[in-house]
């Protein structure tokens, strides 16, 4: 490779070619990686808002600076230690969520813990009867037009949310759900968190989110499923009490008007079938690496739909 170098550098000797290390590639592309990031997040967060506003006063500030308005150059220098501290302070819910995010995304746990990241994500998997209950009882508040809050958490830990509640831990079942919002009860106000296939808690607070776009028909329940599932990766499952409608927030979005195989597709997100990953093991050894990798891939698909 450096001889090829060398003789592109001799062939072309009337440019000029800065001397360029591979570790110099690397941090241009881990750069550019993070302007790419960075520009992204601002591009679908308030940030976006914020930082067209910035460009207007760092354009206003470049005319001063062209037709040596000295006055307000003087005040810009001496205000900059203040505008960097009102910048961390405006933007401070998208840096909080920007570091939420970085976090989630389990770098570290993917390198030095993986193992103990998979155990967590069998544990909080949704089972089979935790999804039948779910179906079930969302059906049933559905016709009673009985509103309804569950979260369920995945991988990012929800202890703050559960805290806020009454602890109850006790296993899923329709009967219970359906009873705790039975109107005029004394736990049917606030969230239900189910963790490990267990109701831990209810009467929970959740944060509600500051999504703009979102229909002004949609109520308190709505917001705050929508809320917890842009900080957290947990699902909610949310029922309106005005209407009966069934809607499923994850990821920052929301599922509108479900009927039941809908929930339980979405519900099956949460679900990591271990029969299946037996299978894709004995495939793999039978027809090789491609078969296995062909059902790994419709396995993906079906789960992510």
Not at 75 to 88: E, G, S
Request: proline residues 2%; charged residues 25%; positive net charge.
């Amino acid at each position: 490779m450096r001889a090829v170098w060398t003789a592109i550098r001799s062939a072309l000797s009337w440019m000029y070619f800065p001397d360029i290390k591979w570790t110099d590639i690397i941090d241009i592309l881990i750069i550019a990686f993070i302007i790419y990031k960075f520009l992204l997040w601002i591009k679908t967060s308030r940030a976006w808002t914020l930082l067209k506003g910035i460009i207007v006063v760092a354009f206003f500030l470049a005319f001063a600076a062209i037709v040596r308005l000295n006055t307000i150059l003087w005040i810009a220098r001496n205000l900059i230690n203040v505008i960097l501290l009102a910048m961390i302070i405006l933007f401070q819910p998208e840096l909080r969520r920007a570091l939420d995010e970085l976090g989630r995304k389990n770098y570290l746990s993917r390198l030095f813990f993986k193992s103990e990241g998979s155990k967590t994500l069998v544990e909080n998997s949704l089972s089979d009867k935790t999804i039948y209950e779910l179906v079930k009882t969302a059906t049933q508040l559905s016709k009673d037009k009985t509103g309804a809050l569950i979260v369920m958490e995945y991988f990012t830990p929800l202890g703050e949310y559960i805290n806020t509640g009454i602890s109850i831990d006790a296993v899923v079942s329709s009967q219970l759900l359906i009873n705790i919002f039975e109107k005029n009860t004394p736990l049917h106000d606030g969230a239900v968190i189910i963790q490990r296939n267990r109701v831990v808690a209810a009467t929970c607070y959740l944060p509600l989110t500051d999504n703009k776009d979102i229909a002004k028909t949609l109520g308190t329940r709505h917001r705050a499923g929508l809320g917890i599932s842009e900080v957290t990766d947990s699902m909610t499952l949310i029922v309106s009490e005005e209407t009966g409608g069934i809607s499923i927030a994850h990821r920052g979005k929301l599922y509108h008007d479900l009927d039941e195989t809908g929930l339980r597709r979405q519900l099956s997100k949460l679900q990591i079938v271990k029969e299946e990953k037996s299978l894709i093991g004995k495939k793999r050894k039978k027809g090789g690496r491609k078969d296995g990798r062909e059902r790994e891939e419709r396995l993906f698909r079906i789960r992510h739909v």
